[in-house]
């Protein structure tokens, strides 16, 4: 489905979140996910319950939106650098892609989790979905989140 306008695409959000969800704002015009607080965080990154250890180890920066310039950054641990702190810092520009490697308490080797703006993230295993969502909103990834009734609203 393609709108040109804003106002078609609201129209076409509103009708179908009404026709599937019984709600007609169930469907987000904004963004779902930033990856600012990278750079605002000093490099730490919070924990929360169910998680025992997590490292940045991929960030993808644009540099230049004009020319949709992006660079691309894998260690094993990116935080220091996206922040600023690091050997090699990150440049300027929007962050639009950060890859995680998570440890969590049921055991097992790191797994990985993703987010790519505006609204996608994605982790290895499904069972990990929930505590993998607290992470994302704990470290202020998470714009937009659910409410009480488990439908999308503002946060």
Sequence with gaps: MH??????????????????ASEANFFLAGPCYTLEPLRSNGGALILVNGITAARLTEVVVETDS???????????????AVAGH?????????I?????????????RARNSEVRLPNV?????DR????????????????IGDDADGLVGAA
Excluded: M, W
């Design 86 to 94: 690091g050997d090699t810092p990150v440049p300027a520009g929007e």
């Design 121 to 125: 993230a994605e982790h290895d295993r």
């Design 3 to 20: 709108a040109r306008l804003e106002a078609e695409r609201q129209v076409y959000r509103e009708t179908l979140g009404q026709a599937l």
């Design 66 to 80: 004009a020319d949709c310039r992006q660079a691309q950054f894998k260690g094993h641990d990116l935080s220091k």
């Design 96 to 108: 639009v892609r950060a890859c995680f490697a998570i440890n969590y308490t049921t055991g097992g």
């Design 128 to 143: 990990d979905g929930i505590i993998n969502q607290d992470f994302l909103r704990a470290n202020g990834f998470v714009v």
